[in-house]
């Protein structure tokens, strides 16, 4: 593979963890920084703070010889050419992206700079951004030949964020100066010369040695737009399924049915079309606003992402309805809960719409017993276990007695489930389903009364779920 390059990542969270064991996997030599010492610690010791396929076996591939943990960042750019900053860039009180850690990373950098660096944005961050690093750099007395800013946006998604970004479909860097944008092209070498999938110890993905991911060199600020606009358009696709699901339920159509169809149009593509409870994460609500409050402050009439945002509130707030509509009344009630995490395959419950659904239900006088695979130990922070709040290890145990069984996260276990198993152990046999892991037509013929978004209720009569079964 091509020649090693010393890399830096500040930010060992979801986007910057997996980031530096990527690449070190792909050959370079990485240093992960973090200032939250107890993180380093878990690193140095081998632990995984995170939840995420393929990451413990790659930081364990690589932790003796190719990666290391500190929290000085002072030596760790010292001894890098490349620092990418993948710290949190949360949302602001007034919609528009904190930069107030990137601010304090860049600083520090610029304190430290010895030699010729390039400076990397790897967190989503507003267009401009790059410009404000390197006025701080500048502020700081830095020549300034001495370094340069990209910006080189990450595309993964939790639960899948290895394989995604080994098996990306596309490498985007933004660079103003040739330099930097051949030093970065080099760090992806491996991957956009397909010498990567040749290893045999190659995590399996999508792309191949003759289908390697392509690489697209823009300016910066186009990088930093490709990735909220990404990010919105995506929102938008979801936001724009939900209310043709709530057509769907009005006049008695399968949303499936009509995503699918749509999908196999190759200009809308099949991909987040998925109708449910609407988005979550740390990503989507956070860069839909941050994006509006970028056009807002440039003059530029972006609307259609307010409504994008609205619809998304609105569709949390259909789905507690569509579950009282099921129990009528929630004092009292015992309700089993599947699924904490904002999405199937991760721990973060950030902005999660699961956890939105179960204090409300909480707020309501219900009693939820819940079980997530992964999330539990977060969710018990933010909701601690109490007479109505309680968190069990199997999913049988959040349905034992309940009066109805909700699905709030798409892990696939929650689809695979003993219905018949589900149905003597619910004490009434109701699953709200938020996710549409189940064929109505099979839930009414297992005996179940089975709610799902986007499709008519299934408690109604047996052919009007027959009416909708897919062919
Ligand atoms: C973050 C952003 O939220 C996202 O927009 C961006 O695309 C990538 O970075 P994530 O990795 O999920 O995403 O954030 P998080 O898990 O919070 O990790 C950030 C890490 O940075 C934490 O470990 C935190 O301790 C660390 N950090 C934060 C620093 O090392 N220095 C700081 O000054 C601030
Ligand atoms: C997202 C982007 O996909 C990724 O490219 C970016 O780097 C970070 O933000 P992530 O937040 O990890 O990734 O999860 P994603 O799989 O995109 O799901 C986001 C939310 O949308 C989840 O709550 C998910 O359940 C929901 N979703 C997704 C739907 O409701 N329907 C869909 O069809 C797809």
Known sequence: MSQPVSIAVVGSGYVGLVAAACFAEIGHRVICVDNDETKVKVLREGGVPIHEDYLPELLNRHRENKVEFTSDLRSATQRS?????????????????????????????????????????????????????????????????????????????????????????????????????????????????????????????????????????????????????????????????NVVGNICEAVGADVEQVSRGMGMDSRIGPKFLRAGIGYGGSCFPKDVAAFRYVAEQLGVDFSLLKEVEEINEEQKKRFFLKVRSALWTFGGKRIGVLGLSFKGGTDDIRDSPALDIVEQLLREGSNVIAYDPAASERAKEVIPPSRHMSYVDDPYAAAEDADALLILSDWQEFGELDLEKLHYTLRYPIVIDGRNLYDPLQMVERGFTYLSVGRSASHQTRDAALGQRLP
């Open 81 to 241: 050419q490349v620092i990418f900053i993948a710290v949190g860039t949360p949302q602001s009180k007034t919609g528009s992206a904190d930069l107030s850690y990137v601010d304090a990373v860049a600083s520090e950098i610029a304190r430290s700079i010895d030699d010729y660096k390039v400076i990397v944005e790897k967190s989503t961050v507003p267009v401009y951004t790059n410009e404000w690093i390197r006025r701080v750099i500048e502020r700081n007395g830095v020549p300034k030949e001495l370094f340069d800013i990209a910006s080189n946006p990450e595309f993964l998604r939790e639960g899948t964020a290895v394989v995604d970004f080994l098996h990306t479909d596309r490498i985007v860097i933004g660079a103003e100066s040739e330099r930097a944008g051949s030093l970065l092209s080099t760090i992806y070498e491996p991957l956009t010369s397909g010498a990567y999938y040749r290893l045999p110890q190659a995590v399996p993905g999508t792309c191949d040695e003759k289908c390697p991911p392509p690489l697209l060199l823009t300016s910066t600020k186009a990088a930093e737009l490709i990735k909220h606009a990404s990010n919105a358009f995506l929102a938008m696709k979801i936001s724009f399924i």
